[in-house]
């Protein structure tokens, strides 16, 4: 289950959804759930150009959101994705160490270090 995490730790979470435009328009519709005076944090596999972390951060913040921050899996910030993202009200942007970032804050070591052994070795797992 993708969500399992949230269900698990009695997490809101919704799904927005996006429809590309053009190379850097993008168009984004928030789920009906209240976000109102509640921080919020963005989840997203790819930050590229930006465009679709900013664009989410400008209408969860018209939503009143109190803060948005943006957890991040590969984070290219080509060019100056990253300052976009800022402007538009993003707080903190964490990202993990699959590609080198000064956002950089969440090691993806133990994970793989976990699937070596139990993909390529048929090991259990040392780290539990």
Known sequence: MKWRPAVQHHLDYAVAKKVRTG???VEVTLPSMSVQGRPVILLDDIASSGHTLARTTELLLQAGAQ???VIVTHALF?????ELV???GVSEVWST???DHPS?????LPAMARAWNRVIWNMADPLN
Not at 78 to 82: C, D, I, K, R, V
Request: charged fraction near 30%.
């Open 23 to 25: 190379d850097r328009e």
């Open 78 to 82: 080509m060019g100056s994705a990253l």
């Open 97 to 99: 160490d699959c590609i």
């Open 104 to 108: 950089n804050a969440i090691s993806m």
């Open 67 to 69: 803060t948005v921050d």
């Open 86 to 88: 800022k402007r538009a």
